[in-house]
C-alpha cells in the first residue's frame, strides 16, 4: 500500500508559478513511477506530467509541456510539479499518482494508487 498526500496548490495570478508536492508514505516509494493529473469541473481527468522509478524519463501533456516540470526526490519520498507561466485554464485539482510498473506512463488504468489531490486555481 502507498499513501499519497499532496500539498501545494492555492490561488495564483495568470503568469504565476505553484510547486506542487506530492509526499509518498507506505511501500518503497523509488520503486513507483510517479504521476500527476488534473480534473477540472464538468471534465474528465486529465494527464499532466509522468515520471519513472529512477527519475531519469520524463513525459508531458502537450498543453503544459515548457511550462510545467516534473522532478522526484526518492530519499525524501517525494515528487514535485513545478508550474510556472500559469493560465486560467490550468485550474484544475490536481491529483498524484503511483504505478508499480515504474515505467512512466500517460494513462490513469496503469496507477495503483492515487491522492487526494489539491485545488489549483488560477485567475484572469
Known amino acids: 500500500q502507498v499513501q499519497l498526500v499532496e500539498s501545494g496548490g492555492g490561488l495564483v495570478q495568470a503568469g504565476g508559478s505553484l510547486r506542487l508536492s506530492c509526499a509518498a508514505s507506505?511501500?518503497?516509494?523509488?520503486?513507483?513511477?510517479m504521476g500527476w493529473f488534473r480534473q477540472a469541473p464538468g471534465n474528465e481527468r486529465e494527464f499532466v506530467a509522468t515520471?519513472?522509478?529512477?527519475?531519469?524519463?520524463?513525459d508531458y501533456a502537450d498543453s503544459v509541456k515548457g511550462r510545467f516540470t516534473i522532478s522526484r526526490d526518492n530519499a525524501k519520498n517525494t515528487v514535485y510539479l513545478q508550474m510556472n507561466g500559469l493560465k486560467p485554464e490550468d485550474s484544475a485539482v490536481y491529483s498524484c499518482?503511483?504505478?508499480?510498473?515504474?515505467?512512466?506512463?500517460?494513462?490513469?488504468?496503469?496507477?495503483?494508487?492515487w491522492g487526494q489531490g489539491t485545488q489549483v486555481t488560477v485567475s484572469s
Open positions: 499518482a503511483a504505478a508499480r510498473s515504474g515505467g512512466r506512463s500517460r494513462f490513469s488504468y496503469q496507477y495503483n494508487y
Open positions: 507506505g511501500r518503497i516509494f523509488s520503486d513507483y513511477a
Open positions: 515520471i519513472a522509478w529512477s527519475g531519469s524519463s520524463t
